[in-house]
Each structure stands twice: as C-alpha cells, then as structure tokens.
C-alpha cells in the first residue's frame, strides 16, 4: 500500500498523469495544430469532439444530482451557466455548433450527432457513466484534466489560426472563454479532492479517475486518426469528407 | 414512416444489416484469418476479445432481470450456462482464458484485464447499458449478430490453424461450441423480436439495434487495428507485445 501524500504530492502526481497521458501529445493533435490536417479532418474532428461538449453539462448536472453540499453545488453550477448560457444563443455548447457551421458542416446534422464515429459515442457515454456511478470524490477527479487545458488551448488557437485559411478568430470564439473558466474550475476541483482524499486508497482513486479521463480522450483521437488521417478507415455509417 | 414488414421482410432487412456492417468485413478480421497477424497482435485480439467475452453474462443476466416472462427467461439462462459452465473449468469464458494462455498471456493478467485498450472497453461497456438501458425488445435485438457468427466462426478457426503454428485445435475449443449455440439463441431471438416488433417504428428500433452491435464490434477491430496493426499508436498503459 502506497503511503498517504501531501496535499502538494498529490497535485504533483495528478500533473504527472498529464505529462504522461494527456492529449496534448497525441499525433492527432500535433497534426491538426501544426497545420496537417486537411479540411475534412478538422470538420471530423469538430464534429465528433461536439459529441463530447454536448455531454459536459450532462455530466456536470449528474455531478450536481449526487451530492447533499449546497456549496459544491453553488459552485459546479457554474459549469453548467458556462456551457448552456444564459440564455439560448449563448454558451459554449453553442460556441461548439457555430465552430461545426464555420467550418462548412450543417446544423442540424451536428446536432443530430449524425456520422459521428461510433468510438467517441462509447468514449463519451463512458465519461457520463463514470460520473454517475463512481464515488462523488472520482467524479470530481475526472474533471482535472482542466489543469492541463489552457495550454493546449492556446497552443490550439495560435496553430489552428495560422495554418487553415478556413478557421477565423470568430469560429474559435469557444477557445476564449475557456482558459479563465477552466482555472477557476481547476481550483474548486483540486481544493475538494485534495480535502476528500484522506487514504492512500482514495488518493489511488482520483488518479486513476484522471487517468481513466486521459484515456477516454486519447481514445476519442486515435478514433479520429484511424477513421480520417488513415486513408480507407472510415466505419459504416460514419461522416465522410467531401472530394 | 416505413410501412410494417413481414416477419420475412423482418429478418431479410436484418440479414442485410449484417451483409453491410458486420466485422467480418473489418480488415483486422481478414488479416487475422488469412495468416498475416503477428503472435503480439494474435495476443493482442484475445486479450482485448476477452473483456467482450467476459461481459457476455453480464448482459444476459441484465436482459433475463428485465422480464417478466418465465419463457423467455428460462430460454435465455441457457446462455449463463453456455458462457459459465455447469461449473468452475468449464463454460465459454474459461475456454476463451485458455486460449489466451495459450498464446502466452498471463491468466491473472487476462483476468485482471491488464492492458486492455480503453476503446474495447468503452464498447464493451455500452453494450452491457444498451441491454440496461433501451427497451428489451432492442436487448434482444442486439444479440442478433448470432445470425452472423457461425461463418465468421468456420472461417476464423480454418485460416488461423492453417496459418499459425502457434494456434492449436485444443486452443480453439471456444469456438467449435459456438455455432450450434448460436443457431440455438437465435432461434429464440428471432422468434420474440418477429412476434414482439409489431408497429413500423418497433421494428426500426430493432434494426437499430443490431446496426448499434455490428458498430461496437467494429469499433472493437478499429482499436485493435490502429493500436497494433499500424505501427505507434498504442496508447499509454496499453499491451505491449514482446520483441
């Protein structure tokens, strides 16, 4: 049995997972900000990765839904203003859509989920999933990839800006919300695991919790690179770029 | 809306899901059984094939909890008998570890499973919760790649003695069971979804769910495909073959 860590040993071993598993090192990411992709791949990717930004706030309300703390509560819910808006128009579920239209996909068929890879299906419906029924200290956990997301956002912003003439500073309105909201999410989120984590085997658990959420996001780009980058992958039934 | 088939029309439409979707058409199915798998991606297949086998009563203790029907029920627990055995040593899921150990993998390892990709089980996981979750005329439904599977199953077992010499008759025992089960099940599968699927959209729902099973076998063999088939894409934590 590992021994109990500090609060700064778990932090550390929690930035470990990321410098190890985190999407930021997949191939597919290194090509799509460098400027690799072609046009239909960033539509695939925009397309399947909705699927994901369409379940936050499932997730999130799922999370709300299973704990007695008014003040955990107060405080995820912000994550829910944050992706639904304030009103319908707004929000970064929308944001999500309005980056699917710039880049030539339709509306109705982002939101309809249709061709999306049957793989980030699984992958996001398991995401849910853990959130509903792991303890309330690993749902939380799984949230802490958001420790890692301001740098790939930016790294994100300025490769996709500078190399596809089709992807405007508008399309990516998304990406400038995000890094101020996922700081101040981080921090609610470490605060409580780092408070509700007091054994060595809960400590286990919210890094593997972290890790499980690495691997479902890794999953949904080796997807993406197996259907798209790889000529002649794509499964039935799956969008398929034009030309 | 689509007008109501007859039971016929029925299972003439699902045959033509499987002549579209199902994954004896992947290409890791083809390489595996024409001799081009190297011994890390034979491991590789039953390793990750291994939590899909395991899984099997899991799901079909889920669907036989979901009736109220003594028929149907006592129809389907032979199936908990097929894949469990009448006791310890014996049944599907033993057999499917025995090759595995066959081809070198550490039973604990398998049991555990050790290295599987995330992908497979994200698949495996939404086709437990479809049997949960959707009505259980689509359960029943989703078991209907059965139809399928003794072909699948003749081929498999020809090409992969004749092509690898580290394949046994002995090591192959799962398999020279299955066809006459499967013809048993899905008897009885057809039967309650043809008399169960009795307005257009039911019988919609029902091919819908079969299209959902032939997708999660197929995401399975993608997984598989891009992790071992193309070189450098195993993601972390995942099996390593040796050499």
Redesign the interface.
């Known amino acids: 049995m590992s021994a109990l860590l500090s609060p700064e040993g778990l932090e550390q071993r929690l930035r470990d997972v990321g410098a190890?598993?985190y999407h930021d090192k997949h191939?597919f990411h290194v090509r799509l900000h460098a400027g690799g992709c072609t046009r239909g791949e960033v539509q695939a990717w925009a397309l399947n990765r909705y699927t994901y930004q369409a379940h936050i706030p499932v997730k999130d309300a799922a999370l709300i839904a299973r704990t007695g703390s008014s003040d955990l509560r107060r405080a995820w819910r912000q994550r829910l203003v944050d992706h639904d808006g304030a009103e319908a128009g707004e929000g970064g579920v929308e944001r999500w859509l309005r980056l699917c239209e710039s880049l030539g996909l339709e509306r109705a068929d982002v939101l309809a989920f249709r061709g999306v890879?049957?793989?980030t299906?699984?992958?996001v419906?398991?995401y849910v999933?853990f959130v509903r029924e792991r303890s309330l200290l690993e749902a939380v956990a799984s949230s802490l990839t958001e420790l890692f997301s301001p740098t790939i956002i930016r790294n994100r912003v300025a490769g996709m800006l500078a190399n596809y003439d089709f992807v405007s500073p508008e399309s990516l309105a998304y990406f400038s919300a995000r890094p101020e909201q996922a700081r101040r999410d981080v921090e609610v989120a470490l605060a409580y695991v780092t408070a509700n984590a007091r054994t060595p085997a809960e400590q286990e658990a919210v890094i593997a919790a972290l890790?499980?959420k690495?691997?479902?996001l890794?999953?949904m780009l080796?997807?993406l690179?197996?259907?798209y980058v790889?000529p002649g992958?794509i499964?039935?039934?799956a969008f398929v770029p034009e030309g």
């Open positions: 190890q598993r191939p890879l049957p793989a299906r699984f992958a419906d398991a999933n890790e499980f690495c691997d479902m890794w999953a080796d997807a690179q197996h259907a790889e992958h499964p039935p039934g």
